[in-house]
């Protein structure tokens, strides 16, 4: 058996695929694909220069293997490996890296960490008002026929600056301008729609959903941008309403309106990774014309998200909303709810909480489940998730 040794991988899930590390490798033992940047464990040495260049983090991940994964197989990652179990000698010194290591890692798979079972390193708060990201406007599309109900697909693009963004995150928008005290606004929050590899994949761009207010000041800017303004943005933010890595948990995703932007991004991500948990989504908007993404919606399979378009405001039809649906399809909703693995997303209006939440009570107690008990353990486990407005 080969002596183990300290293997240096990149995170795939969270890399942004800037390849300064690559660049900055003295001797070369960092390369990529169309997929991923690997590290060659023939030719790196530990010398650590790649480590503080990563915008990310990304880079900073070892295992004690006995054989090194190879480059076909790092290229192949879509996460990275446990911490394979490996035995080290008895007498191993205490002072012994590999065997300190190990009993790191080995001490992190027994339970004493009890991370969610959730994206686990979000990146935050690279940007802020002082040192915004400035991204140029690439796209401004409108994804609504109704002529009262502007909603926008507004694609950004941070060209050669980092910006690390997972599904589920959201960045801020500073509108130009100062208030009436002459500062500067402060950022206004919106979901990013697009997933983790860009709005195209391998761009690195990023996707909004932004629905024009009356009034509103930050919308109003973004719905009127054309291709080639430039935006200040912060960010990225948010550390919870994350998916989880793992590609077969099931996803129950509920929303309103342009609370649809984050289910965007875990559908793209999943349907880019090759995921299997399947997702069922409860998607609530007034009219057909009025819901954002319905076009391409149509076109995602089944087998991926199994669709709940629900309608409040068809004439001659009875207002539906996302709870009444659930309702209907209770005894789907108790499977996903028995199912230990179900991570559940809930994003839009506030006033979808209540309604949300009696249906739960009910489908629960079908089950034999209190709901309160049953969500508080699934939000302490990181499988329930909320994000309203
Ligand atoms: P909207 O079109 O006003 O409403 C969407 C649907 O929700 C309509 O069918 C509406 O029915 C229904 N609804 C109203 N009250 C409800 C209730 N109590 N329970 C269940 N459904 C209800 O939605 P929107 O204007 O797009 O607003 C969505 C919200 O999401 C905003 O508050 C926004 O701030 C928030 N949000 C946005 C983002 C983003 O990135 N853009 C991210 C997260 C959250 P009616 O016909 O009765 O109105």
Same mark, same amino acid.
């Given at each position: 058996?080969?002596?183990?040794?300290?293997?240096?991988?990149?995170?795939?899930?969270?890399?942004?695929?800037?390849?300064? =590390?690559?660049?900055?490798?003295?001797?070369?033992?960092?390369?990529?694909?169309?997929?991923?940047?690997?590290?060659?464990?023939?030719?790196?040495?530990? =010398?650590?220069?790649?480590?503080?260049?990563?915008?990310?983090?990304?880079?900073?991940?070892?295992?004690?293997?006995?054989?090194? @994964?190879?480059?076909?197989?790092?290229?192949?990652?879509?996460?990275?490996?446990?911490?394979?179990?490996?035995?080290?000698?008895?007498?191993?010194?205490?002072?012994?890296?590999?065997?300190?290591?190990?009993?790191?890692?080995?001490?992190?798979?027994?339970?004493?960490?009890?991370?969610?079972?959730?994206?686990?390193?979000?990146?935050?708060?690279?940007?802020?008002?002082?040192?915004?990201?400035?991204?140029?406007?690439?796209?401004?599309?409108?994804?609504?026929?109704?002529?009262?109900?502007?909603?926008?697909?507004?694609?950004?693009?941070?060209?050669?600056?980092?910006?690390?963004?997972?599904?589920?995150?959201?960045?801020?928008?500073?509108?130009?301008?100062?208030?009436?005290?002459?500062?500067?606004?402060?950022?206004?929050?919106? #979901?990013?729609?697009?997933?983790?590899?860009?709005?195209?994949? /391998?761009?690195?761009?990023?996707?909004?959903?932004?629905?024009?207010?009356?009034?509103?000041?930050?919308?109003?800017?973004?719905? %009127?941008?054309?291709?080639?303004?430039?935006?200040?943005?912060?960010?990225?933010?948010?550390?919870?309403?994350?998916?989880?890595?793992?590609?077969?948990?099931?996803?129950?995703?509920?929303?309103?309106?342009?609370?649809?932007?984050?289910?965007?991004?875990?559908?793209?991500?999943?349907?880019?990774?090759?995921?299997?948990?399947?997702?069922?989504?409860?998607?609530?908007?007034?009219?057909?014309? #009025?819901?954002? @993404?319905?076009?391409?919606?149509?076109?995602?399979?089944?087998?991926?998200?199994?669709?709940?378009?629900?309608?409040?405001?068809?004439?001659?039809?009875?207002?539906?909303?996302?709870? %009444?649906?659930?309702?209907?399809?209770?005894?789907?909703?108790?499977?996903?709810?028995?199912?230990?693995?179900?991570?559940? @997303?809930?994003? /839009?209006?506030?006033?979808?909480?209540?309604?949300?939440?009696?249906?739960?009570?009910?489908?629960?107690?079908?089950?034999?489940?209190?709901?309160?008990?049953?969500?508080?353990?699934?939000?302490?486990?990181?499988?329930?998730?909320?994000?309203?407005?």
């Amino acid at each position: 058996m080969n002596a183990p040794l300290k293997q240096h991988l990149i995170d795939p899930e969270i890399c942004i695929r800037c390849y300064t =590390c690559e660049m900055t490798c003295p001797i070369e033992a960092i390369t990529h694909d169309d997929n991923n940047v690997v590290v060659d464990a023939d030719i790196c040495n530990g =010398c650590m220069d790649c480590i503080p260049v990563c915008p990310t983090g990304s880079i900073d991940e070892w295992r004690v293997v006995n054989t090194p @994964y190879t480059l076909e197989q790092q290229f192949e990652f879509d996460e990275l490996p446990d911490q394979e179990d490996i035995e080290v000698a008895a007498d191993a010194a205490d002072d012994d890296p590999i065997a300190a290591l190990l009993a790191e890692a080995h001490k992190g798979a027994g339970g004493v960490s009890k991370a969610p079972a959730t994206a686990a390193k979000p990146t935050i708060n690279m940007y802020n008002l002082g040192k915004p990201a400035m991204m140029k406007v690439q796209g401004n599309y409108r994804l609504t026929d109704d002529p009262d109900h502007d909603v926008r697909h507004i694609i950004l693009d941070p060209a050669a600056l980092p910006f690390p963004v997972l599904e589920g995150q959201s960045v801020g928008i500073i509108p130009p301008g100062v208030d009436d005290e002459g500062k500067a606004h402060l950022p206004r929050l919106y #979901s990013v729609s697009s997933p983790r590899d860009g709005e195209r994949p /391998g761009f690195h761009n990023i996707s909004l959903t932004v629905k024009r207010e009356k009034g509103g000041l930050a919308s109003n800017f973004l719905c %009127d941008l054309e291709q080639g303004a430039e935006v200040a943005v912060t960010g990225p933010f948010g550390a919870t309403f994350l998916m989880p890595s793992q590609p077969d948990t099931p996803l129950l995703l509920i929303c309103t309106g342009t609370g649809s932007a984050p289910m965007r991004a875990f559908t793209m991500q999943r349907q880019r990774a090759g995921a299997t948990g399947g997702m069922t989504m409860f998607f609530g908007a007034r009219t057909p014309e #009025s819901l954002p @993404y319905f076009g391409p919606l149509k076109k995602v399979p089944e087998t991926l998200l199994k669709q709940h378009l629900v309608f409040s405001r068809i004439p001659g039809q009875d207002k539906e909303y996302v709870q %009444d649906r659930m309702m209907a399809y209770a005894d789907d909703v108790a499977a996903l709810l028995e199912n230990p693995k179900t991570h559940i @997303y809930i994003c /839009g209006l506030a006033g979808m909480e209540d309604g949300v939440e009696r249906a739960m009570i009910t489908i629960a107690e079908s089950i034999g489940h209190p709901w309160g008990t049953l969500r508080d353990a699934m939000r302490d486990e990181g499988r329930y998730h909320v994000e309203t407005y």
